[in-house]
């Protein structure tokens, strides 16, 4: 398996050597050459297979430069009953991602009984154990650079802890994230994990990431890298669960399943995406967007629009509170048919600050063929699918997680399978579940302190030279 760059200008890789790697050097993102597939008599003996197995069918598909034992061993080490079990209590962890029935035909995937209670540890713990394992066979050590507005950073950095070859410095605004957020992040006391608070906005902290990303001989000096949600493994170890998912909403492989995704960044659905071209039997991909709607834009006009970051707004659901889909380009390029030149074309429109539409060229009516639907919502459908989900019947979801069912019920069919991608559990969000029920989230066992734990954070100003000091004075450590 080979990998390649939407944009066709970088050199063929295999998996290992993008792993550690964010964008393509020619700027695109990196995708298979083309995609594995399973053939249905596969399918078939996929259906009784548990997650580590799925995994190791997946991914020994789209890892084949990795000994077949050494990546049964890393599946082994990160899909265990202990890392994913935060849920709730009458969860059965043992499937790793338990798919709970509301009722006949719909579903909710439960992604989120990770460490830090969101679907971003189901990859994330993955992505730590195969830096650690490709580091280790390097002889390297890396420092990762990264900004978080809260799921991203910490599951970076319950992912990364302990790793002795890995340093995560995780910058984060000093205000902005809920308590939660920064007690799960801030109480770590593991030596390689540095939080930084930068007294500023999110966008200060992202700014400062780019600027050190940009000094070539510091990130060369210091071995900075990223977990970026582009990165081509996080997108591959969340391939898996649609499989699992799948398996248990049907009976047999005739049947079609239909997902709905909370969506930011497209990572998770350009993952669905992806199964379904691996041969998965999906019916429809529905993404779900809050009140930042560039997406849903895209999928009913046609029209990719990247806002500001002054234009994004602040919501209820704040991890979908994004500008611009980074993975998109992803499923553009397939869309093309992996036209290089042409994906590279839309982007520099888009890099330049711009927006493309595809109704002229006609590549828009192209998109049936991909059976994706898109909707979005709005604070006050939150709190109506919140309450909707928890009277009728008896389920409390967090608000991205509502996000997803209140636009997947929108486009459910009868006859097919709805499954709803559960993103974060509603513990993490709490005044949200406070203002939508009245009631106070269940935490999981363990948590119910956290907020008392002592910190371990570095208060600093944005000012990316006092920054690029810290990371000089810790990269050794
Ligand atoms: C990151 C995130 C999303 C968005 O996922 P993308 O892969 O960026 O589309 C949705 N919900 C939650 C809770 C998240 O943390």
Known sequence: MRYI????????QSFLQILLGGLAPDGGLYLPETYPQFSAMELAFMRDMDYRQLAFAVLSRLADDIEPDDLKALIDQTYTTE???????????????????LEEGLFILELSNGPTLAFKDMAMQLLGNLFEYALDQAGQDINILGATSGDTGSAAEYAMRGKHNVRVFMLSPEHGMTRFQQAQMY????????????????????????????????????????VNS??????????????????????????KVSFSVPSGNFGNVCAGHIARMMGLPVHKLIVATNENDVLDEFFRSGVYRPRTAAQTLHT???SMDISKASNFERFIADLTGRDAAQVGELWQAVDAGGSFDLKPSGLFAQIQAYAIESGSSSHADRMRTIRMA?????????????????????????GIPLVCLETALPAKFEDSIREALGVQPERPAGLENLETLP????????DMTAIQAYIAGHAND
């Open 83 to 101: 890392t994913y079990c935060h849920g709730r209590k009458d969860s059965d962890f043992s499937q790793i991602t338990p798919v709970r029935e």
């Open 187 to 226: 109480s770590l006391q593991d030596a390689n994990i540095f939080n930084i608070a930068v007294r500023g906005v999110f966008d200060d902290c992202q700014d400062i990431v780019k600027s050190v990303s940009n000094d070539l001989d510091f990130k060369a000096k210091y071995r900075i890298g990223a």
């Open 230 to 255: 582009i990165n081509w493994a996080r997108v591959a170890a969340q391939v898996i669960y649609y499989f699992k998912a799948y398996f248990a909403a049907t009976t047999g492989n005739e049947q």
């Open 390 to 414: 928890w009277e009728k019947y008896g389920v409390m979801i967090d608000t991205h997680t509502a996000d997803g069912l209140k636009v997947g019920l929108e486009h459910r069919e009868a």
């Open 316 to 318: 209820s659901s704040p």
């Open 5 to 12: 760059s939407t944009r066709g200008q970088a050199p063929k």
């Open 455 to 462: 910190h371990r954070v570095e208060t600093m100003n944005a």
